[in-house]
Every structure is written in structure tokens, then in C-alpha cells.
């Protein structure tokens, strides 16, 4: 599989070891870091584990911190002609907690985290003890940015995404509201994984398969999910919610109000879509609050 990333120079900003099962003729990367309670940190599109390396560096002394690269993202395989829907990352998130043994998880979800992750709990919701949601969406929207449509659109979008990295550029000039936080070298972090044609295939898929309209094949998964979301409203619920997002704007926090209302909410002003990379150093102190006020029963 298309996947020639070197990390040797990101070493000292993820210092983690990786890791991999093989689902079928692929390689599913992921980290599994420090010991404890699970925290299942799931990240997005054009993003990789490398967004949360603040978080597993901050928590994995107290937690056992998974993070899996979905099939076509990150340091996972990029195939070529692979089945790159929601139903299909979620049996892959399925496969690997199965076979890491992952029991009583706290999901922490951002971007497309949140419907692949929320996707695995409504077939496994015995599994859930806590939710940690960041800038995300597991329910229908007919809002996209038009950026982001305009990748969706035939030729052109396989052109700007493929052959000239216009998503996950993007992503690093405008998810980021706080510049100094976003340096050469986290800039470099980011855009590794997806330094060819090949191996921005995930990129491309992932922006066609954004649940817009009924053809899409997410649309029916994403409406599934979405009728079973109060069956959560239970489990403790933390929101921690950049608030200058281009793409998961308040539109979408107050969805989740609705869905989750005894959510612990902590809004960020300063924060953009990234809102890990924006704010990890208050955001791990009120994870750590929020889980010891509310332990796995």
C-alpha cells in the first residue's frame, strides 16, 4: 500500500510508538499510550493521530490513550481502490477495539470523529462511559463551507485535492486561529502523511462521502446514528467547542446542546476548527476535572 511517510524529524513533538494491525490486506496505524481508564481519541479530515499528541502527552500518566489513523488518513494504508465510506471506517474502528480488548471507553471525537466514533457506539453502547466532543457533528446538515463543496465537485476536485494539496493545506492556514501555535514544524506534522497523489486518496474520499444529500452513501448511516443519539444522554458529557470555526460553526454546538443538556460546555473564544491544537493546555485540565467528577460506574 501508497505510504511513504518518514517521522524521524517530528520525533521530539510525537514521541509516541506506533503501532498496527492488519485488516485484510491493510495496515490500521494507531497509538496505545499510559494505562487506566481508555480514552478512544478519534480524529478527522485532513487530520491525523498527530492532532491529539498534546492530549496523549498530557494524560496517558493517568489514562490508556488510543488513537487509530482511519484507513487512508495518516501513517494507515492509502489503497488505491479501497471502500472509503463511513459504514466501512466504523467496522474498522470496531475491528481494532475488538481486538485490543477495549472495554468502558471514554470516546473523544472531533471532525469526522464524531460519526465514525458515535457510529461505533450506537452498535456498542454498553461500551460507552463518557463523551468527550469536540468541533464535530454525528447528525444531518445541509451546511458546508463553500471550500470545502467546491473538492467535492468531479475533476476538479480530484485536481485540487490530489495533485495540489489544496484541502490539506487549507486546513493548516485556517484551522488554527492561533498562529504562533502552528509552526513550520506542526504545519510539516500535519502534511506529512499526505506528500503524493497516492496518498491523498483518504483526503478526497472522505470530502466525497460528507453526508450532503440522500445519494451519498454516509447520508443514511449519519441519519441512523443521529435517531439513536438519546440513547447517550446518561453518559457524562464534556464539549469543549472552538468557537471560530469556518466549518463546525455554533450552529452545530447547539444542535449538541439539544442532543446532550446536561453537557459540561466549555466554549473557546480564541479557537478555530483545530481547537486541540488552539487551546490542549487548558483543555487537559478540564478533562482531568470533568473525569474525576464524573469516574466509569
Known amino acids: 500500500m501508497v505510504n511513504d511517510v518518514s517521522l524521524e524529524k517530528f520525533k521530539d513533538i510525537y514521541p509516541f510508538q506506533s503501532r498496527w494491525v492488519e485488516i485484510g490486506p491493510c495496515r490500521y496505524h494507531y497509538l496505545d499510550e499510559g494505562s487506566g481508564e481508555t480514552l478512544l481519541m478519534l480524529h478527522g479530515n485532513p487530520t491525523w493521530s498527530f492532532y491529539y499528541r498534546d492530549l496523549v502527552a498530557g494524560l496517558r500518566g ?15 494504508d492509502k489503497p488505491q481502490g479501497y471502500d472509503y465510506t463511513l459504514a466501512r471506517h ?8 475488538e481486538r485490543l480488548g477495549l472495554r468502558d471507553v471514554t470516546l473523544v471525537m472531533h471532525d469526522w470523529g464524531g460519526a465514525i466514533g458515535m457510529g ?29 463543496n467546491l473538492c467535492r465537485l468531479p475533476v476538479f476536485g480530484a485536481v485540487a485535492v490530489r495533485l495540489f494539496n ?8 485556517r484551522a488554527c486561529k492561533r498562529r504562533e501555535r502552528m509552526t513550520p514544524k506542526v504545519r510539516a506534522g500535519y502534511l506529512a502523511p499526505y506528500n503524493s497523489y497516492a496518498n491523498r486518496v483518504g483526503n478526497l474520499r472522505f470530502v466525497q462521502d460528507i453526508p450532503m444529500n440522500p445519494k451519498v452513501p454516509s447520508h443514511a448511516v449519519v441519519a441512523s446514528i443521529e435517531s439513536r443519539l ?40 480564541d479557537a478555530g476548527h483545530y481547537v486541540v491544537e488552539d487551546a490542549h493546555e487548558r483543555i487537559v485540565p478540564w478533562m482531568d476535572s470533568f473525569f474525576s467528577r464524573n469516574p466509569l460506574r
Open 62 to 76: 493517568r489514562y490508556r490513550c488510543v488513537v487509530p489513523d482511519h484507513i487512508g488518513l495518516g501513517l494507515s
Open 166 to 173: 489544496a484541502f490539506a493545506r487549507a486546513a493548516v492556514l
Open 120 to 148: 461505533y457506539a450506537v452498535r456498542h453502547p454498553q461500551n460507552i462511559k463518557r463523551l468527550v466532543i469536540f468541533n464535530t457533528a454525528a447528525f444531518l446538515s445541509e451546511r458546508i463551507p463553500l471550500s470545502i
Open 230 to 269: 438519546g440513547e447517550f444522554r446518561d453518559r457524562p458529557t464534556l464539549m469543549i467547542w472552538g468557537k471560530k470555526d469556518f466549518c463546525f460553526n455554533d450552529r452545530f454546538l447547539e444542535r449538541w446542546k439539544e442532543l446532550f443538556p446536561t453537557a459540561e460546555v466549555h466554549e473557546v473564544p
Open 90 to 97: 466504523i467496522e474498522n474502528l470496531e475491528f481494532l477495539c
